[in-house]
């Protein structure tokens, strides 16, 4: 098979042809399986609502800079980096960057940016960029409204008695607080469902009582990488406590829901963001396990979405496993941190090769699970998880900037 690369700095768009063609063969075998959802691609990153202001001088180009302050804000991670003067002088005519833009409801400007652009810019800085593919978050949130009332908040709860509605309409107006701050950093975030499998698995004492590990347990089925579980209060003299979870590391906050979501965005932009003008190391990324056309197209797919990949080429193919020569920015370290958002890619020391079954691949051998442990290249293995639950389009609405949170 012949070497075939991409380079991802261009066009993020672009899908390698050798990817098409499997891509195409899975549909035809009807194998192809939707990407899990633990990285989410955020497609509404680059474009937001801000309002007119009428007694600006000049209220469309008002409302331009401000809608790319915000944008700047979701990409770098951080508000006080978006409105430094050093982006003033990076991006003295916002217009330039505009994609398209309308006019919304009551008096707004919904602006479209050219993400690709505007990252072009950071790139010759030191300002972080943290990607477009970033960790789904499920939130499980307690909340003690006083005298006697305690609820889980949930995902698109149904009224049904006057009482009910009460209670729906207090949960929603709180989810609704915490997923506008959501909009604005750029994290996706979702609420349990609470059917019947959550209530058999999660009761209001786990989450008020600390015991998290049930809670990281049950929002498994919802192919989330991050948890974030809430206690609050209202009206309390009693701090409202919040826990986050991702990746082995546990931080603990107090505060109101905006609160929360701002940290929780913060950790996260530390995490994965990446300064714009970090040198890039060549390396090489081992996958193994690739037993079927649908799984090649999953993590192809999936490569071709990190930020932190400067280019991708297929070096070799094998009967169970591809080596790819990449350039990462940021190093060994910062793509672990990103590869960790898949869901499907195990890291070759974590990987427990006893419980694998021998399985047959699409060139007719048996795979065989070899020492994939070498020094000189990433090595992960290709785990194929349970199908998730499914949900709506995880790209969060567009909601109007009416000030900080």
Known sequence: MQDTAINLGNNRRLSLRL????????????IWQAPL??????????????PLDAESQDPEAAANRTALNEVLMRITGSTGIAESEEMLNLFPNPREFIGQYQFGRDNTLIVSFDGEALERVLRQTSAPIWGSNRPLTIIWLAVDWGRGEREIVGSN???????ANRTINRNRMLRERIEA???RRGVPVVFPLLDAEDRQRVGFSDIWGGFDEQLLAAGERYGAASVLVGRF??????????????DGQRL??????????????D?????N???????????????SGINSVSAYGEVQRYLETLRVLDHLMVNTVSADSIIYDIQARGGIDRLRSALSSSGFLVPVDRFDASSQEIRTNPFGTRNQIPDMRDAAMLTYFYQQKEPQMPFQDFDQEIVPISGSN
């Open 181 to 183: 701050v959501a909009t």
């Open 157 to 163: 709860e149904q009224a049904r008695t006057p009482a």
């Open 267 to 271: 950790a996260m932009a530390a995490s």
């Open 233 to 246: 209060r209202p009206e309390s003299a009693q701090a409202n406590r919040w826990t986050w979870y991702q």
């Open 273 to 287: 963001a990446i300064p714009g003008n970090q040198r890039s190391d060549d390396m090489q990324l081992k996958i």
């Open 37 to 50: 959802a633990w990285g989410v691609e955020m497609e509404s990153l680059y474009t937001v609502e801000v």
């Open 19 to 30: 990817s098409l063609l499997l891509c195409a063969l899975a549909l035809l075998a009807g």
């Open 252 to 265: 603990d906050w107090t505060g109101e829901p905006e609160d929360a979501l701002n940290r929780l965005a």
